[in-house]
Structures are given as structure tokens and as C-alpha cells.
């Protein structure tokens, strides 16, 4: 699913304009983006949780030479689905 595919679901699901859908859906994101840029956490319930996490130094190699690179630490977004959308075999 792609985000055109998430604006045309919003459209058929309440029957707003698709104009007013998508400024909905982009709203979404923008406050998701800013939560996530301060290291905030992002609780949906019933379908997961969104946080950010540090991550460390480390040493990788470059495929085509072979030499060692340092990998810088940062930070990375990690999901932890809620129990209703873990998916069962």
C-alpha cells in the first residue's frame, strides 16, 4: 500500500473530497515526522507502537574494496506491532 492507496481509503471510508482526504492524511504524517524527529514516543492502540532508539558504532566493510569503514551511531525508528496485528501462522 502506498499513500495514494491510504488517501483513496480515507475518500471511500468517510466521503470527503479527495482534496480534504489527502491534507488529512498528510496532517497524520507531518505530526508523526515531528514526534518521531524529538524522540517522542507514538502509542496507536490496536495497532502498535512507534519509538526511537539509539544506535551504536560500528564497524562494517565496503563490499567492492574490502576495507573497513566506521559506521557512525544514530538513531532509528523501530515498530512494535500491537497484539491485534501480530500475525498468527
Do not use: C, W
Not at 475518500?11 to 479527495?18: D, F, H, Q, W
Not at 514526534?35 to 566493510?61: H, M, N, Q, Y
Amino acid at each position: 500500500m502506498i499513500k495514494q492507496d491510504l488517501i483513496q481509503r480515507v475518500v471511500e471510508r468517510t466521503g470527503l473530497p479527495r482534496i480534504k482526504a489527502e491534507s488529512a492524511v498528510d496532517a497524520v504524517f507531518e505530526a508523526m515526522k515531528g514526534a518521531l524527529t524529538k524522540s517522542d514516543r507514538i502509542e496507536l492502540r490496536g495497532f502498535g507502537v512507534f519509538t526511537v532508539k539509539p544506535r551504536k558504532t560500528g564497524v562494517g566493510r565496503n563490499p567492492r574494496t574490502g576495507a573497513e569503514v566506521s559506521i557512525n551511531p544514530g538513531k532509528a525508528v523501530r515498530f512494535k506491532p500491537g497484539r491485534d496485528l501480530q500475525l498468527k501462522d
